[in-house]
T-cell receptor, first 109, second 115 residues
């Protein structure tokens, strides 16, 4: 089976840095995704990791450790518009993608 | 270009009614996924198509749920004899292929309310 764990809620200050952690257990592993979902909207793709290490894309970076079943999403220079839910999702051996429950991030002034 | 579209955007059904939810994926996308998302939760996998073949339907919660994609493009998720616990947002996503960096593009969802 597949299991994804991530914190339910986080609060951070505008301009700061926040790290959202995710641990996963999958039957097989074919990549780890992060999606952003604003309230009432569809999820949108942020990042993809399949090899160990850090992938950087502008203000957003994602890290993966396959041996530890661990990933994090790092958001720098937080903006108010970054307030959203952040979904960690793991693709298993049969291409099925399992999503976590999401981390609701609130950015405060 | 056009993204994934879903219709209707909102559906209210009385308990026991049948509903049909439509998904138009991005043209040329081979893979199509259906998810159910309850309030405050992440999307829960329902089923997956590669072209017209339904390769995984392990997430369908009961035999009241049925999905098809007869010509490998448009897909329909049908729920028979709806129950209150079926109330959720139903998301459709498509991807070019289902491996590598190919992310899933999500539609806006259909919010189903069963009264």
């Amino acid at each position: 089976g597949q299991n994804i764990d991530q914190p339910t809620e986080m609060t951070a200050t505008e301009g700061a840095i926040v790290q959202i952690n995710c641990t996963y257990q999958t039957s097989g592993f074919n990549g780890l995704f992060w999606y952003q979902q604003h309230a009432g909207e569809a999820p949108t793709f942020l990042s993809y990791n399949v090899l160990d290490g850090l992938e950087e894309k502008g203000r957003f970076s994602s890290f993966l450790s396959r041996s530890k079943g661990y990933s994090y999403l790092l958001l720098k220079e937080l903006q108010m518009k970054d307030s959203a839910s952040y979904l960690c999702a793991a693709r298993g051996g049969y291409q099925k993608v399992t999503f976590g429950t999401g981390t609701k991030l609130q950015v405060i002034p | 270009g056009a993204g994934v579209s879903q219709s209707p955007r909102y559906k209210v059904a009385k308990r026991g009614q049948d509903v049909a939810l439509r998904c138009d994926p991005i043209s040329g996308h081979v893979s199509l996924f259906w998810y159910q998302q309850a309030l405050g939760q992440g999307p829960e996998f329902l089923t997956y198509f590669q072209n017209e073949a339904q390769l995984d339907k392990s997430g369908l919660p009961s035999d009241r749920f049925f999905a098809e994609r007869p010509e490998g493009s448009v897909s329909t998720l049908k729920i028979q004899r709806t129950q209150q616990e079926d109330s959720a947002v139903y998301l459709c996503a498509s991807s070019l292929v289902d491996r590598g960096r190919n992310e899933q593009y999500f539609g806006p969802g259909t919010r189903l309310t069963v009264t």
